[in-house]
């Protein structure tokens, strides 16, 4: 026993040196877009002393097919009231829609292809062709080829938008379309012009097209700003979306949403599973179902005002902090609805010490970094940053 009881000393000592390690580094981690503000503090209190802790629950089945019983312990109604909750502010009819909470963006975006192709394929009988930016994310080009689906790259402009011109020279009117637009690019924040893009999509009317928003994290606060009909299908229309939950919501873990209409849900292969009692639209079998409850907890405890006042806090950092540049005379740029401030790389101990992004683009000089501003980059944290500089 004194031997096991030392050897349990050992693992939890290394464990308290992890944590306290991370705890310290996480104050400079301001390179990503991650949210270090967790408000979950609370629910693990309530976790912990509710006994859920010693129950292991599965959100195996589609969460809006309340008509047939699937595990029991799983926590569908939260997850269901989750995506109900958020799906108005991007313009969905609580009459039509689906959703699921994801395990990341990734996760969303798989989806978004996944569902987009299926739903196009059904509808015309053709496979259709991905149409994304060099300058979105990386996943939705791993994910097309993961489906096995023709995929078009167009190029970007210096903001890292999608250019006009270089998608209307690739459009293949003969063949479906499945565009997914970047609302808020990796590195520089860029936001895809739907509604000019939208209109090389309008040349061709008997063309079948699909639009996916990948909205990680900029679709988390746009809603809570003057830009909120920007991503409001009913103004920029579009078939699905997905945005992460460990970026501006906060989780604690990789976490998102993916929210459809039921017109594309329908149009799925129902995958009939009879010792599930169930369809299965989605893509995962098993899925979690603490992430659904943490995500509808961090919703039913933070009010809009709360979620207005942390957006703008974010962005007025972000444009204090490139006039601050501009001040001492360090290239640097933030779009228009961006957190993101994109700038000369600086020298490797501090891009090693702030954990930051690197790029490359000639256009503005070569190598490049950048902050992403989010709830805990605070003024002070980012006058350290400028210090070092």
Request: proline fraction near 4%; glycine fraction near 6%.
């Amino acid at each position: 026993m004194e031997k096991d009881n030392m050897n349990y000393d050992v693992i939890e000592a290394r464990l308290d040196q992890f944590a306290g390690d991370i705890v310290i580094k996480r104050k400079n981690e301001i390179g990503y877009p991650q949210n270090q503000k967790s408000q979950l503090l609370n629910f693990y209190k309530w976790f912990y002393g509710s006994g859920l802790n010693l129950s292991m629950i599965n959100n195996v089945g589609d969460p809006f097919d309340i008509e047939h019983k699937h595990l029991n312990a799983n926590t569908h109604e939260f997850e269901r009231e989750t995506i109900q909750k958020l799906a108005p502010l991007y313009g969905f009819d609580l009459n039509d829609l689906w959703g699921i909470i994801t395990f990341s963006g990734t996760d969303g975006n798989n989806h978004g292809i996944y569902f987009g192709s299926n739903y196009l394929q059904k509808k015309t009988g053709q496979r259709p062709i991905v149409y994304v930016s060099d300058a979105a994310h990386y996943s939705s080009k791993r994910l097309a080829d993961l489906q096995n689906l023709e995929l078009r790259v167009i190029p970007s402009d210096v903001h890292g938008c999608m250019i006009k011109e270089e998608f209307e020279k690739a459009i293949d009117p003969s063949r479906p379309a499945l565009v997914v637009y970047a609302i808020g690019t990796t590195f520089k924040g860029g936001v895809d012009d739907m509604g000019e893009l939208n209109k090389v999509l309008d040349q061709y009317p008997d063309m079948a097209v699909y639009r996916h928003l990948d909205a990680a994290l900029f679709g988390g606060y746009l809603p809570y700003t003057k830009y909120k009909d920007f991503i409001n299908r009913n103004v920029n229309p579009f078939d699905s979306i997905a945005i992460s939950g460990h970026k501006f919501f906060g989780m604690d873990e990789p976490a998102g949403f993916f929210i459809t209409t039921m017109d594309v849900k329908n149009n799925q292969n129902p995958n009939e599973i009879s010792y599930l009692n169930c369809s299965m639209p989605m893509i995962n079998c098993s899925r979690s179902a603490m992430t659904p409850l943490k995500l509808w907890w961090v919703l039913n405890h933070t009010d809009e005002a709360s979620f207005i006042e942390q957006t703008e806090t974010m962005l007025e950092n972000a444009k204090w902090f490139k006039e601050e540049l501009d001040k001492m005379g360090w290239p640097a740029w933030v779009e228009e609805m961006s957190n993101t401030v994109y700038f000369k790389k600086p020298r490797e101990e501090v891009m090693e010490k702030y954990v930051l992004a690197p790029d490359y683009d000639e256009r503005l000089g070569g190598d490049l970094a950048h902050i992403v501003v989010m709830q805990h980059v605070t003024k002070e944290v980012l006058q350290r940053f400028m210090d070092q500089l």
